[in-house]
C-alpha cells in the first residue's frame, strides 16, 4: 500500500491536477504559459521516479526461486550439459544505479525485462509538444503533392504540344533591295533594311527579325517586297507572328491537308514553323 501523503505531496498531487487539467481538460490553455509546462513535466517526472521503485520491490518478490533441474548423463565421449537454471535477480541488481537508471531485470527464464520507462515517457509527452510535428508533416504532403502535379502537368502538355514542321535559321542581312524604303513598317519605327536579319522562307513568306527596338525583339513576314505582319515581344519572350495564306502556296500540314494558317515562332536564334489543322491551335497559344 502507499504510504500517507504529507501536506508537501498532496499540496504537489493538488497542483499536478490542476496543471494537467490545463492541458489536457476540454478548455486545456496551457500551450501559452511555458513557465505551467515547465512545471507540468517536472511534477509528472517526480511521479514517475516515486512509481519506479514500488514496481522494481515487487518484482524481486515475485522472482522464483534457484534450483537445480536433472538432466540425463551423456553419452561417453560428449560434452557434459550445464544443469543450472540462471540465477534470478537479486536485490542488489534492482536497485538504481548512481546516476539514477535502473539496472534491467530478468524475467525466469533469464530474458532481460526492458524498461518502459521511456516508451511511457513518450506517450506522455504534453500534448503541445507533439502538435508541433504537425505542421512539418503537413508542409511535406504539400510538397509532395505540388511536385507530382507539376510533373503531371509537364507530362500531359508536352504530349499534347504539336511539333513545328520547320526550322528557320539566319541567313545574314537581306538583301538591299527587298522592301522599299517608304514601307510602312520602316517608316514607323525609323529602321532600314540593315537593321534587319533574314531567316529563309517558308513558301513565298519571307522571316526576318530584328532587335533594333530598345527592349524588344520583333519578327516580320514580308509578302511581295512588304512587311505584311510586324510582332514585338520582350527579349525573354518567344515572339510569336501568324499569317493566313492561300494553301496551294505553301507546303501541306504533315496530315497532308492543305490548310492557310501558319504560325512562326521566334526564340533564341531560331524560327519555329508550325502547321495546325484549324486557326487559334498553335504552339503558344
Not at 494537467?20 to 517536472?42: C, F, K, T, V
Request: net charge negative.
Amino acid at each position: 500500500m502507499d504510504a500517507p501523503q504529507g501536506p508537501a505531496d498532496s499540496e504537489q498531487g493538488e497542483e499536478l491536477q490542476r496543471l494537467r487539467r490545463r492541458a489536457y481538460g476540454p478548455n486545456a490553455d496551457i500551450g501559452g504559459d511555458a513557465a505551467a509546462q515547465a512545471r507540468l513535466s517536472e511534477l509528472e517526472a517526480a511521479q514517475r521516479r516515486e512509481r519506479a521503485p514500488v514496481v522494481d520491490a515487487a518484482a524481486v518478490l515475485l522472482a522464483p526461486v534457484s534450483e537445480r533441474v536433472p538432466v540425463a548423463e551423456p553419452l561417453e565421449g560428449s560434452r557434459r550439459a550445464s544443469t543450472s537454471v540462471p540465477h534470478p535477480v537479486g536485490t542488489a541488481s534492482a536497485e538504481h544505479e548512481p546516476d539514477g537508471g535502473s539496472v534491467a531485470e530478468q524475467d525466469p527464464a533469464g530474458v532481460p525485462i526492458v524498461d518502459s520507462e521511456p516508451i511511457d515517457k513518450a506517450r506522455s509527452e504534453p500534448w503541445w509538444r507533439r502538435r508541433r510535428l504537425l505542421p512539418w508533416a503537413l508542409a511535406a504532403v504539400a510538397v509532395l503533392a505540388a511536385a507530382i502535379g507539376i510533373g503531371v502537368f509537364f507530362v500531359v502538355d508536352g504530349s499534347n504540344r504539336p511539333e513545328p514542321v520547320a526550322h528557320l535559321t539566319s541567313q545574314g542581312q537581306p538583301g538591299s533591295g527587298s522592301i522599299p524604303v517608304d514601307d510602312d513598317v520602316p517608316v514607323r519605327y525609323d529602321l532600314t533594311v540593315a537593321d534587319f536579319v533574314s531567316y529563309g522562307s517558308y513558301g513565298p513568306l519571307h522571316i526576318w527579325s530584328t532587335t533594333k527596338l530598345e527592349n524588344k525583339r520583333c519578327i516580320a513576314v514580308v509578302v511581295e517586297n512588304h512587311i505584311s505582319v510586324f510582332e514585338c515581344t520582350a527579349p525573354s519572350v518567344d515572339t510569336i507572328a501568324d499569317y493566313n495564306i492561300e494553301p496551294n502556296l505553301i507546303p501541306p500540314a504533315p496530315s497532308g491537308e492543305l490548310t492557310p494558317y501558319v504560325r512562326f515562332v521566334l526564340h533564341d536564334d531560331v524560327v519555329d514553323v508550325y502547321r495546325p489543322k484549324e486557326e487559334g491551335e498553335f504552339y503558344g497559344s
